[in-house]
């Protein structure tokens, strides 16, 4: 029997896969793990704790699967925008963004209750929230739905439609206020949201769909936004006719309603002729050129001239927009070099559309003229296969990602601007792209591969002179099972790419290209989806005036039997370690501070609900949610109260030296663990999930009601496990603290 000590310092290999587990001889192996759920790795090799979330608000419409997308003016004034079926929310500094103060005048004691609110102007459907009443207080804080509205009054219903019975309520006395939840109307459906691509400059953002215009979202205030179709300037086009087909012109100046009459439906639309799907499309004539207003038949249009089209003489000198119903929109949008970048329309699958240097929605390549080096620029990708165009990344150079490969976009040099005469396409690998937005970080881009199974790092290499794409997922390939359908970069506090994996769980990657860090983690919400684990559906990030980016997500949970999806962000990591009452460890959380109280309300969107509690930063008995509210065990100032979550590590096999080379296979018993903490509060250790031992902090001197101080330092703990020829260590949090582990040393027997 031989004696040794074992050291896990760090934790920088992440979670890797099974199918590594007798690969000791790999380096990422003495600092990987087989399980990491609910950690973040930091660089420098800690495995911390996930901080829990806190619930924003609930989405517009629970029965649908919803989208974020990030709105960054500065990093000060930052948006994240709810996309759901075919409406647009806002949330700004973690809350929803509200309209204008509507005076309240009385709320009736009635089965519904029915609101008071001179000139209201609101709508049936629309969610309000109601603050400031004084005497029936049960509503304030509440959202409801406006039903049965006239123009003084409005019923309240809750988001399912049942009627709020304010009958058993406190009377109204006076006050308080209704605010509208501010949205706007989009044309996107549920089905479209997750192939939406975007770019943004300042306070607009562009946003693209194959299936819908172009459109602009411009933002003026934070509830003045608006959404509109983008009316391109003099292009893009499809190539110049080179049939004899000829179009004739009733007039060729400035206006509307002018009738055009084809000579033959050869050359138009393959053949077909005009279709109802050419309305709203753009069409070159001679000098000029027009809008399409309205289709009679394959030979008859009418336009809305906007250039004149110099003549009204028939001409077989003319050519159709690229963008339009019939050909498909841009599916594909960035800014690069001062340009407004398009691509991958359903005809045009491999053409890149710039716009004119300077001037986003110019889109004048002066075809036929003297070409300056600031027009529009029309490019096709040549390759042997046709590919559609998947995501454009802007970095030193454009980054062009198709289904077939990899390209890189330059004006034939460095430094070199793109212009008409020396664009410069490259392909640099040929992996092929998955329909889902790549991440520039630093010098590299990060993009899925096609079958949404591999995340991989486009980034120049010296040794090749030219770009390779190496595989992020090589050593856990089955972190991304089932496929990834988004993705979003953290840059502080950790460099983190998250991304939401098909079952719904969002997984991690500590990311730091300088310092070789590739740790994979997964992440479970707190709560169940039906009889499995709750759903994230989105993720994005924006940054804020904090010294953290948020991150922002978007969690579908069964909440009292029905279907729940609420908007939440993941809580920051950098707490006062000193103040246990800023620890936020539990998820949809809400917390309260104020004079000492012994009943917690607002917490309706948990009812039914058994939660965790954190009272004064102690643990508190878990509580269910009954009418919004739980009472406590005993009176507290500041509270947490959120659905708990378990932070699992899990190590490889241990690889201990023996008398006879290494440890691998050979029965083994750990007896005793060392684990150096940082800024601790509790954790437990142990050979499996069954067989744990909960490391004691608190000691007979420290009230049981107030929380005990974080502990940083070393831990030593019997280990209570079996001989085996396995030798794994688990390490699990359970109560709603903090958790950071810097290090293991285990000291096992082994049977040589």
């Not at 009418?302 to 599916?331: K, M, Q, R």
């Not at 398009?342 to 889109?363: L, R, V």
């Not at 269910?624 to 699992?648: E, F, M």
Request: hydrophobic letters at 35%; charged letters at 20%.
């Amino acid at each position: 029997m031989a004696r040794v000590a074992a050291q896990l310092t760090n934790f920088t290999g992440g979670e890797l896969s099974p199918r590594l587990d007798g690969r000791n001889d790999l380096t990422k192996y003495a600092s990987g793990c087989k399980t990491l759920e609910n950690f973040v790795v930091y660089p420098h090799g800690a495995a911390a704790r996930r901080p829990g979330t806190t619930f924003v608000a609930e989405v517009a419409n629970s029965a649908n699967k919803t989208r974020l997308i990030p709105f960054e003016f500065s990093t000060t004034q930052t948006y994240m925008l709810e996309f759901s079926n075919l409406k647009m929310r806002v949330y700004k500094d973690r809350g929803s963004v509200l309209e204008g103060d509507k005076t309240i005048s009385a709320i009736t004691k009635a089965n519904p209750a029915v609101v008071t609110a001179t000139g209201h102007n609101y709508s049936n459907g629309d969610e309000v929230v109601i603050s400031g009443v004084v005497g029936m207080t049960e509503v304030n804080g509440k959202r409801f739905l406006v039903a049965g509205k006239t123009t003084n009054t409005f019923q309240l219903t809750n988001k399912d439609g049942t009627n709020i019975n304010s009958s058993s309520f406190t009377t109204y006395t006076s006050g308080g206020v209704s605010n509208k939840v501010f949205e706007i109307t989009t044309p996107y459906t549920t089905a479209q949201l997750f192939d939406l691509k975007f770019a943004q400059s300042a306070d607009v953002m562009y946003i693209t769909h194959p299936e819908h215009e172009v459109e602009k979202l411009s933002r003026t205030a934070h509830t003045a936004w608006t959404l509109t179709d983008v009316d391109f300037t003099n292009g893009p086009y499809m190539d110049a006719n080179i049939t004899t087909t000829t179009l004739n012109p009733g007039s060729h100046t400035v206006g509307t309603g002018v009738a055009v009459v084809a000579s033959a439906v050869t050359g138009i639309n393959s053949g077909s002729g005009f279709l109802s799907t050419d309305v709203g499309r753009l069409l070159q004539f001679g000098d000029g050129y027009g809008k399409i207003t309205a289709v009679s038949d394959t030979l008859n249009i009418t336009i809305t001239i906007i250039e004149d089209l110099g003549s009204s003489t028939a001409s077989a000198n003319w050519s159709l927009g690229s963008f339009s119903d019939t050909t498909g929109h841009p599916s594909c949008v960035t800014f690069f070099e001062q340009r407004l970048v398009f691509a991958g329309t359903t005809s045009q699958p491999q053409t890149i559309f710039f716009s004119k240097s300077g001037d986003y929605e110019n889109m004048d390549a002066n075809i036929g003229g003297t070409v300056a080096d600031d027009d529009a620029i029309i490019y096709t990708i040549a390759s042997n296969q046709v590919n559609a165009i998947r995501f454009m990344t802007a970095t030193r150079t454009l980054i062009i990602g198709t289904a077939g490969g990899e390209f890189t976009v330059s004006g034939g040099g460095t430094d070199n601007a793109i212009t008409p005469t020396n664009i410069l396409i490259k392909k640099q690998s040929n992996h092929g792209a998955a329909n889902v937005d790549a991440i520039a970080v630093g010098n590299a881009t990060l993009f899925l591969q096609r079958a949404k199974r591999k995340i991989r790092e486009l980034a120049y290499n010296f040794d090749v002179d030219g770009y390779i794409a190496p595989d992020m997922t090589i050593l856990a390939e089955h972190i991304s099972e089932g496929g990834l359908t988004q993705m979003a970069y953290q840059q502080e506090p950790n460099q983190v790419i998250y991304a939401v994996r098909g079952d719904g769980e969002l997984i991690g990657l500590t990311y730091q290209r300088e310092q070789q860090v590739t740790a994979w983690h997964r992440h479970i919400f707190g709560g169940v989806f039906g009889s499995g684990k709750a759903v994230c559906e989105s993720v994005a990030v924006i940054p804020t005036d904090d010294t953290e980016y948020e991150v922002y997500v978007i969690v579908k949970r069964t909440i009292n039997g029905a279907t729940r999806r609420f908007v939440e962000y993941i809580n920051n990591f950098d707490f006062t370690e000193t103040d246990n009452t800023t620890f936020n460890f539990l998820d949809s959380a809400l917390a309260y501070s104020g004079s000492a109280v012994t009943t917690i309300s607002g917490l309706d969107h948990l009812e039914g609900q058994t939660v965790s509690v954190l009272a004064n930063g102690a643990t508190h008995p878990d509580k269910t949610v009954s009418n919004g509210s739980i009472t406590l065990d005993r009176s507290s100032t500041n509270v947490k109260v959120g659905l708990s979550y378990s932070s699992i590590l899990q190590t490889m096999r241990l690889d201990a030296g023996s008398q006879n080379g290494t440890s691998q296979g050979k029965t083994k018993r750990i007896y005793e663990i060392t684990i150096r903490l940082y800024e601790s509060v509790g954790v437990e250790v142990g050979e499996s999930l069954d067989n744990m031992e909960r490391i004691p902090f608190r000691t007979s001197s420290d009230p049981m009601d107030q929380g005990i101080p974080p502990f940083t330092g070393d831990k030593a703990v019997e280990f209570r496990g079996n001989y085996d020829t396995d030798g794994f260590i688990f390490v699990r949090q359970t109560q709603p603290l903090p958790l950071t582990i810097l290090s293991l040393y285990p000291e096992l027997q082994t049977n040589d």
